[in-house]
């Protein structure tokens, strides 16, 4: 018996990635997997967009910036990113949870809380291509629309088994 991810055919979307990471590990992996890669100067350096899922991703790597946190520059070029991008998150690049990347992340979360940005933290390339590619995948067009015939299908299920609804209508 076929399971479903040996019947349904692989996802493959179009992203748009700045070109300072034309050789970076993920953009190989994603070309790997068969998305379209359109690299692009025009879009902030770091930066994976789904343009079919609305999202955008900046990978940002604590290890490339300097020691002093506050000259480097990382909040503002943040906010600029979440003000282009309505559906931006932040792609947290660390190895391993040493004490400078745990402060980063502190401020980050701190600076941002209540905006509509979203932190994934990830240690490895392949969690960042997983992460990238889950989230866009929810967001595609086609894709979205199963998740909410599944999840209506889900709530009339719910409803109809419902005890209270069986109470209703005893009462009535």
């Known amino acids: 018996m076929a399971t479903q991810k040996e ?13 300072s990471l034309q050789n970076h590990e993920t953009n190989r992996i994603l070309s ?3 998305h379209r890669i359109r690299l692009s100067d025009a879009v902030e ?5 789904f343009p079919l899922s609305g999202i955008a991703f900046l990978l940002v790597d604590p ?9 480097s520059g ?18 947290l690049y660390s190895p391993f949870n040493g004490k400078k990347e745990l402060e980063i992340l502190s ?3 701190r600076s941002f809380f209540g905006s ?20 866009a995948k929810a967001t595609s067009k086609p894709h979205v629309d199963g998740i909410w015939d599944r999840m209506s299908l ?4 719910v409803i109809e088994s419902s005890p209270v609804w069986e109470m209703l209508s005893d009462i009535l």
Request: glycine share 2%; hydrophobic share 45%; net charge neutral.
């Open 45 to 49: 350096a770091g930066a994976f967009i």
């Open 107 to 109: 401020v980050i979360q």
């Open 74 to 91: 990382l909040i503002e070029r943040i906010q600029t990113f979440i003000e282009v991008h309505r559906n931006s998150f932040l792609l």
């Open 63 to 71: 290890q490339d910036l300097p020691e002093s946190f506050d000259e």
């Open 32 to 34: 790997a997997q068969q």
């Open 7 to 19: 019947t349904s055919p692989q996802w493959k979307t179009t992203i748009i990635v700045s070109t």
């Open 154 to 157: 889900a709530r009339a299920h």
């Open 116 to 135: 509509n940005l979203r932190i994934l933290p990830v240690r490895n390339n392949a969690e960042i291509v997983k992460g990238m590619l889950t989230a």
